[in-house]
């Protein structure tokens, strides 16, 4: 999906999403749910006003709600899209009340209403049910909601798409492996920057295009082996990236491309089959954010053939 407010998708991996054969009878399960709302939501309303709450209920929201996830022990509920459209939506809700018949649909959206108000008592008051949407101020980097520009908007919404996919990430990282040591965790927390496995949804604005959104290979290469070397312990990983196929003499520019968009697919194949829907994938802002931000620095060796990376992600942690 293409909008003014959304950043485009990195292409690797919206092409590894197009892959997939996302027939609703093809998962074994049920779809889950998700732990914050996908970016797209925002922009399948029908008003501008409507938009406009839904951004600023989640500025109200987010600080408290980020201020759960720095509990390791936190164990964030996942709502269905609908119900993360009824928690944004709350104060349109209260003022169309009004207008409700007793129709199964209403019944519907008043179980909706329930279940947003449950989750809203354990977000630390950044969003009351009662509350007026003029009543709270809602911020984003120092600006008032109400004189939000586009870039400001894309932003907020990257950010949103950045903490889903590491959060999903993590999720089917469990799901296929389990593996919960520390040198494991180590290793999740190395495929995007500045991460750290128990604080994936810290995402510095300055990160936007560093990590798997780097235009450079070179520059992409040490997450993408990260996240390479973390799926090598996955369930049924494919041959192209099993261990059997690593180089130990190092990669060329096609060979990176080629890992990377078999992890893509391998990626968006996995999720749909075990969590029953599409995953949140990450986007390329178009714009640089107005923020100071300095990149980390990862570890290289030199291969034996220039124009080669070599992959060293197995003794980063060493």
């Known amino acids: 999906m293409t909008h003014s407010h959304l950043a485009p998708l990195i292409n690797t991996w919206k092409l590894g999403l197009q892959r997939v054969n996302a027939a609703k ?73 009004q207008g409700f018949s007793s129709s199964s649909r209403a019944r519907g959206e008043q179980v909706r209403r329930d279940q947003a108000a449950a989750f809203l008592e354990g977000c630390q008051g950044e969003l009351t049910v009662k509350a007026s949407v003029s009543d709270q101020r809602a911020q984003w980097r120092d ?34 492996c389990g593996n919960e040591s520390v040198r494991h965790q180590m290793l999740i927390g190395r495929c995007f920057p500045n991460g750290k496995a128990n604080m994936l949804h810290r995402v510095p604005l300055g990160s936007t295009n560093y990590g798997l959104a780097h235009s450079n290979w070179l520059e992409r290469a040490p997450y993408i082996f990260a996240m390479h070397r973390c799926m090598q312990q996955w369930n049924n990983c494919p041959s192209l990236l099993s261990p059997s196929s690593d180089q130990k003499g190092g990669y060329s520019e096609s060979e990176v491309e080629v890992i990377e968009q078999e992890m893509a697919y391998f990626y968006a194949e996995s999720f749909f089959m075990n969590f029953g829907r599409e995953p949140i994938f990450p986007r390329n802002l178009t714009h640089t954010p107005d923020v100071t931000y300095v990149p980390e620095q990862r570890e290289r060796a030199q291969a034996a053939c220039p124009g080669f990376y070599l992959d060293i992600s197995q003794w980063e942690d060493s």
Not at 65 to 77: E, G, H, K, T, V
Not at 145 to 156: F, H, M
């Open 143 to 176: 600006k008032d909601s109400s004189s939000l520009s586009l870039e400001d908007i894309r932003e907020i919404l990257w950010e949103l798409a950045e903490m889903n996919f590491r959060i999903e990430f993590q999720a089917l990282d469990c799901k296929l």
């Open 25 to 97: 009878e093809r998962p074994p399960c049920r779809a889950m749910g998700f732990a914050l709302p996908r970016p797209e939501l925002f922009i399948m309303v029908q008003t501008d006003a409507k938009f406009r709450l839904m951004i600023t209920s989640w500025l109200r929201l987010r600080v408290g709600l980020l201020a759960c996830f720095n509990d390791a022990s936190y164990q964030p509920q996942l709502h269905s899209h609908q119900t993360w459209r009824t928690i944004l939506q709350i104060d349109w809700l209260d003022e169309q009340s």
